[in-house]
């Protein structure tokens, strides 16, 4: 395995910061935030002015210059807290690594705004016939004198209600399937966006999802990120930093689910004794932690792998996938700790459950990760 690049108190500092975060400001606030389905612009600036956005971006560009060790240890910490805002803290990451690797001189002039919190983003790939297989995006962008004209459809484009700066994926050239595709900063209040109704999800109810339509929406040529025809390989050379950090939001959504669990255990008497002096329910207790673990483990792999240049695909989809499956199967046994209380709203567990099922499905499903590892495997070898 190798070592983390930077000194151990750069890690501990940073994990201090969003744990202080998630604690103080986030974890008190999360139950509400469910229930209300909102995300207060308060809490997207404070994460912009205390450094949790771009983490793995430059400090010249006005990131936190880390590397992605240290963006897995944010994402757990602030999803300890509640995953819907670590979800902000990822796509910001997203978009950071874009615009630091592809954008021009121009475009960069963007990111210090974005970090600060000032301008919400979204990432725009998805659509009706374009879920798993991406290549299938209908959208197209027709290239015109002055530059481009964008139409099509988004779905469940995370910030589509709100934002203000979309990264969208769109066909310049439709005959040429995935290898004519570009990506494009488009301004969402520009003429010809429309935005959809903010969808009502199963969990991660925080988190504004939504459909965005594009009509004729007129970009210059200056809105091309990196070059023309290149958007398919340019949005998956982002995919495994961003597989690391939904693998490290699960891992601290369980997290959440074995602590709210143990101290439940602690407090509930049944047969005159705490549940805890249970074996039975101790062993339940024993796998979450021993799942919990492994799954660290491997975010831990994939992220030291980037960190060091060296290939990360499998190990990032391992991570994504086995992080994400075990998320579900523990916060199951944290309700099940919890006997009917962990049924009902309210009771934290309960919103963790829910939180965790997202994990399996965005960023790609876990039936694509495993295609993904077995694809490697087979190529590789074992
Ligand atoms: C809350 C939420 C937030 C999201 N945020 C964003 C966002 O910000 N930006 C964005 O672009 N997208 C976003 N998405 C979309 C998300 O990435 C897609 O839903 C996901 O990639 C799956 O696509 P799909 O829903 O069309 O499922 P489909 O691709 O239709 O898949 C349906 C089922 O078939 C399986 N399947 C498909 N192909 C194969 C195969 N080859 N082998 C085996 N099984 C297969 C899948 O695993 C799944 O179980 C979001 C979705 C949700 C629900």
Redesign the pocket.
């Known amino acids: 395995m190798h070592a983390p690049l930077l000194d151990a108190e750069i890690y501990d500092q940073i994990r201090e910061t969003a744990r202080r975060f998630a604690e103080e400001v986030v974890k008190p606030a999360a139950a509400a935030l469910d229930r209300d389905e909102t995300f207060p612009a308060e809490i997207y600036r404070k994460m912009g002015e205390i450094g949790l956005f771009g983490i793995t971006v430059p400090e010249e560009h006005g990131g936190a210059g880390l590397d992605t060790y240290a963006y897995a240890i944010v994402m757990e910490e602030l999803s300890r807290g509640y995953s819907s805002v670590a979800d902000q803290c990822g796509?910001v990451e997203l978009i950071g690594t874009l615009l630091t690797r592809y954008g021009t001189p121009e475009q960069l002039k963007r990111l210090p705004d974005i970090l600060a919190g000032k301008t919400r983003v979204?990432?725009?790939?998805?659509e009706?016939e374009?879920?798993?297989?991406?290549s299938n995006v209908r959208t197209t962008a027709r290239e015109t004198a002055e530059g481009y004209v964008i139409d099509g459809g988004?779905?469940?484009?995370?910030?589509?209600p709100v934002a203000d700066l979309g990264f969208v994926?769109a066909s310049t050239d439709p005959a040429a399937g995935h290898r004519g595709m570009s990506i494009f900063l488009v301004d969402l209040d520009a003429p010809g966006v429309s935005r959809g109704p903010k969808?009502h999800?199963m969990g991660?109810r925080a988190?504004q999802?939504g459909a965005l339509s594009f009509d004729g929406v007129t970009v210059p040529r200056e809105a091309l990120l990196g070059p023309k025809g290149r958007g398919f390989h340019i949005m998956m050379s982002v995919l495994e930093k961003g597989r690391v950090g939904i693998a490290s939001l699960a891992v601290g959504i369980a997290q959440a689910g074995l602590e709210a669990a143990l101290a439940y255990a602690r407090d509930r008497r049944q047969f005159g004794k705490p549940i805890l002096d249970n074996q039975g329910l101790q062993w339940l207790l024993a796998d979450m932690a021993k799942d919990i673990a492994a799954a660290r483990a491997l975010v831990e792999r994939a992220a030291l792998l980037i960190d060091h240049e060296k290939p990360a695909t499998s190990a990032s989809s391992m991570a994504k996938c086995f992080a994400s499956d075990m998320a579900v199967a523990q916060t199951a046994s944290a309700v099940q700790v919890f006997g009917g209380s962990g049924y009902i709203r309210g009771f934290e567990v309960e919103r963790l459950y829910r939180d965790a099922k997202?994990t399996q499905?965005?960023?790609?499903?876990?039936?694509?990760q495993?295609?993904i590892i077995a694809r490697e495997l087979i190529k590789n070898g074992a």
């Open positions: 796509l979204a990432y725009c790939l998805t009706a374009a879920g798993s297989d991406l988004k779905l469940w484009i995370h910030n589509a994926l969808e999800k991660q988190s999802v997202i499905i965005y960023e790609g499903t876990n039936q694509i495993r295609t």
